[in-house]
């Protein structure tokens, strides 16, 4: 499984949200958006957890 974290950048964010100075994490798994998060810290934690997951439905 594939699980990337990424920093999405301001072309793909409101004008509003760039002015206010609004980061945004993505988290991908196998190319599909399955979580946002403003904090990478956080998109890294879901990430990690989502590895663990499937390292445990693997393993049965």
């Not at 499984?1 to 994490?25: F, L, P």
């Not at 810290?41 to 445990?56: G, I, R, T, V």
């Amino acid at each position: 499984m594939t699980v990337k974290v990424t920093e999405r950048d301001d072309s793909h964010m409101s004008h509003e949200g760039v002015a206010a100075g609004i980061r945004i994490w993505d988290v991908y798994q196998q190319d599909l958006l399955v979580g946002m998060f403003h904090n990478e810290n956080d998109a890294q934690s879901y990430k990690a957890e989502l590895e663990n997951l499937e390292a445990q439905r693997s393993q049965q």
